[in-house]
């Protein structure tokens, strides 16, 4: 015989697991009265034979699995008196829970057995185990019962009455019948429909697992008041008690998974037709019931959908557990269908034994996958017996107990509350817990004095005037000093209307004039608005317009768009008629002390107010937790723009402390940073975790052991970050630190132990300050339930700057804290750990933090469906490669039929959006991927393309390349890679280079610079490079430079600047098509050997003749930064003169020979600023040509690795370069030049692009970029020159 | 996660009343669910009102 589809689903589980016990069920009844034990022999062998579908071995038959009846089987049952043990009872359980490890072997049979104790001298223990797969909970009802009818007679001496039960054949032809019929096509319809869209089905654990072979179990007891209670509630909602004990756990488990729908697993019976209820066998199925727990609803209203999804369930019942998953597609993905079963077993046996009353005790009702909640109302008026059983993968005992315990709580408190009320007013958490987690653990109370942020510093000075405050580069200040100018400044300030509650915006880069003006402003009493001078102007423009400063200060006028706001130029403004005393101010705790932009969701930033009271509470509490003293160095390296600065700025000089102002642009450069914490001794710092892992892994940070404190914010720190910092930093202490500028800076503090594991808490509440983690009704959940973070006390922001709406809505009334305070919703998920810390788990919502930066994906979305050509817009960040999170830009054609440019757009954002808002890629899609219920599907968007050629490529051959190849796939995250892709091609940059050069050393022992990866860029290359163990910089000297040789497109020839060298142009690669190809032309005297051209006509004829090498005839593309654009318009003239078309002329910030005539020829030393400005930096204090090396070096450039005979021949041709320019003459170029200009200020104001109109005969179209001329080819410049670039290439490339 | 909307979100269409605007001694307002008891200190200003209606009056309170 056949199985039926419930018994196969069983068998196919044990063949997944033969020996495993996981699907035996047991029982036990207790009896209490006498037992003839060869009578109840008798009659179990009665009952066995009238059970056939029990009687069964199951084989695998050619055809599948079968079964075959066993007609007279030996009775397994074991009889044993335990009255003479010290505990009968435990004896008893033990011998039991042996047997239920003991697994059925499903070929030999029999697949039950059964044992008889006697543990005392009126009562026995009748334990039966039975394979699931021939025997369900409702089987076991009709065999106790059997049994009990049989024993009755028997031990009356009468003949037991005719067996009632069915035949296992009949069930079998039953279950064919309904696969085949249309009542099994109509349910299959039904279920489809119903899970059309596969919802998720939270469960307790938030993972999943494969059943144990066994379980652990906790049982409970609801009170016989409670139970009665439930019973009143349930009728007078027309429901059964069952019913509303299903609604009470969809409650619980929607709020402890912060889930609002919920899939319960409902075990039923399933036996429809009269024959299925007469046979004692394997019928039920488990059914998925889909609720919606919203906290508005009613129980009333939960229990109504209770009962109605459940009287559609069972109408369609008979369709199985197995077939729904399989047809849902859930199982080739091992998801569940559903998450927590309950299992309500309504079965009140109160069966007895020749008039021995009996107990029923249930010992296992089979595998159990997640948790299932099995629920016995027995008939002894003991109130509901609740047992939680849980898949030890998921869950520990404890874990599990503490669940049920709040089950258990919670179902007290449905029973005492009105149905009618709103499931908001439940709390899942129990009475303790609440204590624990709304005041405990928020016991943070702590007297401060009502100061500001600026008096204690303005006290600080008057007790060590001539203690160091400041220090920035070789500059610094006393503290009498930096108050006396402050008080200058303030005073100025005051005069132009500067006042408590006025705001005073400051767009200064970092130097000791930026602290100086912060202070000013604070002194005068107003509250300073920082702007960041990198951001783009229409964003400052914006923040001028909205907050409305009463004056804008500046290092220079030219810092600030122009808006209207008073300007304070300081290189202008002389202070030395004011006074050197603290000015009078009236100013209080509850003024305003900054005012900070964040990122704001609906596309507009916005401005948080944040109090003196808030930021003072704040540096009070880390004074007293770390105790800063006189002789501390605090580094000054966050961006004014960010709150972290604000303790940075502030902590020090309030407590006698010196300040140590890094560099701007220094807090990006990890070899700066631990070259300036070694030097300036410095002892505080703070690190974003990106940064903290960056800086790390710098080889001089070993040296920073003069730490006191290091700090973390801004991010979640990875615990690998905190191992690596222990490793590197010894005996450093490292603080995890968490808050939003909405808190003022932190708002909790972790002390990260080295040694611990799991995830960094971020810790405990500082003084005044309560967290709360709430579920979506706002009720507390306890330790370990995920919930949204709330933060309440002293740090609270007064408000967002003009929105009153956005500060009603994140700024709310408080029901746990003292009457009418608020509480402020972070939008952080978070949950709390038994010891009182709060462990962050990510955003609800589509804030993101990208190194440690806030962004609001919202507004970058909101800008990119501001471009007519865009539908819609969706960013996210992706992190296809581990450790290497990025920006990527989804959109979709709008109707007006344009089609959106991905580079255009980038273009329009960097006009826009901070550089870190940018998507490094956008990618155009026809439409979004949807989920099945019509929402964004995010999961199904592509990655952008950065994709190694995999198997396509050659294989490695020998040792090195096969290393490399590993090494540069495990580098740049991609599965595979081959050995001639190039690493800048697949989003190399130069972070990830550094990582690849530094893990080629150890793992290959070979030294190497980045530069050499320049020249050997794939695998392949660089095991040729190492094998011939090159000196350095052979081939990456020639004339002819390719940086990239492949590619259909047609190539571009780049033209060197000033140095001769042609390197600066590898930025292009990973930003232009990667089937552009891309040649330098670079200086023929590299090698340091022959003679330097004459004249620029004779350099340029010799790179024509270089550039044909490759490329024979038209059309060209050329391009050119600083002299190599005179270079390429000389190229272009020369290669037109021949009858050759040049398509493209690319000016980077270049200017004609005219323009420079009358400028002085450079000496030696100025052209040590060339080859500087060739690597990107401007010139600092470099004197020396050692200088400009220790320079190079210490900023990681690949130009860094030149031999000195190269660096001299550099110097050689800056020169001669120089000087063969200003003997230039142009001729016409025929056609258009696209300029790029450098725009910042610059001390050469006379240039001008004007200049090239009488050598370009058509039109020049020009593009800002607002940088210096030696910045242009960076990274972020070169974003935007290659934005519009490729856009152009794009175009000739489709002519 | 949640897949309906938070307790200081609008609902899915937006047309019943959800929300109210409360007000402490300070004058600050504050959004506030419908579902929940006011706490204390607070006080009800405007609504029983849809999200939308709420947000107006905040941005444009009464003179």
Known sequence: ?1295 | MTTTPGPFDPAVDDTEPTHLVLENALGEYSLWPLFRRVPEGWHTVYGPQTYGRCVARLQDPPA
Not at chain 1, 411 to 433: C, N, S
């Open chain 1, 1 to 1295: 015989m056949r199985l039926t589809a419930a018994q196969s689903g069983m068998w196919f589980a044990q063949a997944l697991d033969p020996g495993s016990p996981a699907q035996n069920t047991a029982e036990c009844l207790e009896i209490h009265g006498p037992v003839d034990p060869s009578l109840f022999a008798r009659t179990l062998r009665q009952v066995v034979s009238e059970a056939d579908a029990l009687r069964v071995r199951i084989i695998e038959g050619a055809d599948g699995p079968q079964q075959l009846e066993v007609v007279e089987p030996t009775l397994p049952l074991k009889v044993r008196d335990l009255r003479a043990a010290s505990d009968p009872d435990a004896e008893a359980r033990a011998w039991m829970r042996e047997d239920l490890a003991t697994p059925f072997d499903l070929a030999a049979g029999p697949l039950f057995a059964h044992a008889l104790f006697r543990v005392g001298d009126e009562r026995w223990l009748w334990y039966q185990r039975v394979h699931h797969i021939v025997m369900d909970g409702f089987g076991y009802s009709l065999l106790a019962r059997r049994t009990a009818e049989v024993y009755t007679a028997l031990a009356a001496g009468e003949e037991p009455g005719e067996s009632p039960f069915g035949r296992l054949a009949d069930l079998v032809a039953e279950d064919t019948a309904y696969r085949a019929s249309e009542t099994y096509e109509t349910d299959r319809r039904f279920w489809d429909g119903a899970f059309a869209d596969r919802p998720d089905a939270p469960n307790l654990a938030g993972r999943t697992a494969l059943p144990s072979r066994t379980f652990h179990r906790r049982s409970a007891r609801l009170s016989p008041e409670a139970t009665a209670r439930l019973r009143e509630s349930a009728s007078s909602m027309r429901a059964t008690w069952p019913e509303v004990l299903v609604a009470a756990q969809a409650l619980y488990v929607s709020r402890a998974t912060g889930s609002a729908e919920v899939v319960l697993g409902l075990p039923m019976m399933g036996r429809m037709g009269s024959v299925a209820l007469r046979v004692p066998g394997m019928v039920m199925n488990v059914l998925p019931l889909r609720l919606t727990v919203t906290p508005q609803a009613t129980f009333a209203e939960l229990t109504r959908q209770v009962v109605l999804g459940i009287r559609a369930a069972r109408r369609h019942q008979r369709y199985r557990y197995e077939d729904i998953r399989r047809d849902l597609g859930l199982l080739g993905e091992g998801r569940s269908l559903v998450g927590p079963l309950v299992n309500v077993m309504p079965f009140d046996y109160g069966l007895t034994f020749a008039g021995a009353r009996t107990e029923a005790h249930n010992l296992s009702a089979g595998p159990v996958d997640d948790l299932t909640v099995n629920v016995y109302d027995r008939a002894d008026g003991s109130g509901l017996r609740i047992d939680y059983d849980g898949n030890p993968a998921l869950y520990e005992p404890d874990e599990l107990g503490a669940h049920q315990a709040r089950f258990m709580e919670l179902l007290e408190r449905i029973a005492e509350t009105e149905p009618h009320t709103p499931l908001a007013e439940h709390t899942i958490a129990r009475h303790a817990e609440l204590t624990l987690v709304v005041d405990e653990f928020n016991a943070t109370a702590h007297p401060v004095p009502p100061t500001t942020l600026i008096g204690p510093i303005e006290g600080q000075t008057v007790r060590t005037p001539d203690a160091t405050a400041l220090v920035f580069g070789d500059q610094d200040l006393t503290y009498a000093e930096l108050n006396a100018r402050a008080n200058r400044l303030a005073h100025h300030l005051v005069e132009i209307g500067v006042h408590p509650g006025a705001l005073a915006a400051v767009a200064v880069p970092r130097s000791l004039d930026l602290v100086i003006t912060l202070l000013a402003v604070l002194k005068a009493g107003g509250a300073y608005l920082p702007l960041d001078p990198d951001y783009p102007a229409d964003r400052l423009a914006y923040m001028l317009q909205d907050a409305g400063p009463a004056c804008v200060i500046a290092d220079r006028a030219d810092r600030v768009p122009a808006s209207g706001v008073p300007l304070v130029a300081l290189d202008s403004l002389d202070t030395t008629p004011y006074g050197t005393y603290d000015p009078p101010r009236a100013l209080t705790p509850h003024h305003p002390a900054y005012v900070i932009y964040t990122s704001g969701s609906t596309g507009r930033p916005k401005g948080v107010v944040v109090p003196h009271a808030a930021i003072d509470n704040r540096l009070r509490w880390m004074q007293a937790e770390y105790e800063l003293a006189p002789g501390d160095r605090v580094l000054q390296k966050t961006p004014s723009g960010f709150d972290v600065s604000v303790w940075e700025f502030f902590w020090a000089l309030r407590v006698g402390a010196t300040l140590v102002v890094a560099e701007p642009g220094g807090h990006k450069d990890p070899a700066y940073l631990a070259r300036v914490i070694r030097e300036q001794d410095v002892t505080v710092c703070h690190f974003v975790p990106s940064m903290l892992q960056v800086f790390l892994s710098e080889p001089a940070a070993a040296g920073c052991k003069g730490l006191r404190h290091v700090f973390c914010s801004g991010e979640a720190l990875p615990r690998e970050t905190v191992r690596e910092f222990g490793r590197v930093l010894d005996g450093v202490p490292l603080h995890n630190l968490y808050g939003p500028t909405e808190a003022a800076v932190d708002v909790t503090y972790h002390p990260c132990a080295t040694d611990a594991t799991g995830p960094v808490p971020i810790g405990k509440p500082v003084w005044n300050t309560r967290l709360y983690v709430l579920d979506a009704a706002l009720q507390p959940c306890p330790p370990g339930v995920q919930g949204e973070l709330y933060l309440a006390g002293t740090q609270l922001a007064a408000e967002y700057l003009g929105r009153p709406e956005l500060t009603a809505a994140r700024f709310v009334a408080d029901p746990y804290g003292p009457p009418g305070t608020r509480m402020y919703r972070t939008g952080d998920l978070a949950r709390w750990t038994e010891h009182g810390e709060i462990e962050y788990l990510g955003r609800t919502d589509h804030q993101v933090k990208l190194r440690g930066l806030r962004i609001e994906l919202g507004e970058i979305e909101a800008e990119l469906a501001a471009d007519a050509a865009v539908g819609a817009a969706s960013v996210l960040v992706r992190e296809d490669r581990p450790g290497d999170q990025r920006l990527v830009g989804y959109v979709t054609p709008s109707d007006t039929g344009s089609v959106p440019d991905p580079e255009e757009l980038r273009a329009r954002l960097a006009g826009t959006l901070p550089d870190y808002m940018v998507p490094g890629a956008i990618l155009v899609l026809d439409d979004f991927p949807l989920s099945p219920n019509g929402k964004l599907d995010r999961r199904a968007l592509p990655a952008p393309s950065f994709e190694g050629s995999g198997d396509g490529g050659r294989v490695p051959s020998g040792h090195r390349e096969e290393t490399l190849t590993r090494l540069f796939a495990e580098i740049l995250g991609v599965p595979q890679l081959g050995v001639d892709d190039a690493f800048f091609d697949l989003g190399g940059t130069s972070l990830l280079a550094a990582r690849l050069v530094s893990r080629v050393r150890d793992t290959l022992g070979a030294e190497l610079t980045i530069g050499t990866l320049f020249q050997a860029q794939t695998p392949a290359a660089l095991a040729a490079h190492l094998d011939a163990d090159h000196s350095e910089a052979d081939h990456a000297l020639d004339v002819l430079l390719p940086l990239r040789a492949g590619g259909d497109r047609t190539p571009l020839f780049a033209f060197h600047p000033a140095g001769g060298m042609s390197w600066c142009y590898s930025g292009l690669l990973s930003r232009l098509d990667p089937g552009q190809p891309v040649y330098g032309l670079q200086a023929r005297g590299l090698h340091g050997e022959g003679e330097l051209p004459s004249t620029m006509e004779e350099m340029a004829a010799e790179y024509v003749e270089a550039l044909r090498a490759v490329r024979p005839h038209g059309p060209y593309r050329l391009l050119g930064w600083s002299v190599g654009g005179v270079l390429a318009h000389t190229v272009a003239v020369l290669l037109q003169e021949a009858g050759e078309e040049v398509e493209l002329l690319a000016l980077l910030d270049a200017y004609p020979s005219d323009q420079w005539r009358d400028a002085a020829v450079p000496e030696e030393a100025d052209a040590l600023g060339a080859l500087l400005r060739m690597a990107g930096y401007d010139r600092t204090d470099e004197l020396t040509r050692e200088d400009v090396l220790a320079t190079l070096q210490r900023e990681g450039s690949a130009l860094a690795g030149l031999p000195d005979r190269t660096l001299t021949a550099v110097l050689d041709i800056v020169v001669n370069n120089a000087r063969l320019m200003r003997e230039h003459d142009h001729r016409p170029f025929e056609g258009d030049a696209l300029f790029f200009t450098a725009a910042a200020p610059r001390a050469e104001d006379w240039l001008t692009r004007e200049a090239w109109a009488p050598y370009v005969s058509g039109s020049i179209s020009n593009h800002d970029v607002d940088c210096l001329h030696p910045e242009l080819t960076q990274p972020r410049r070169l974003d935007e020159v290659c934005a519009v670039l490729a856009a152009r290439l794009k175009e000739l490339d489709h002519a």
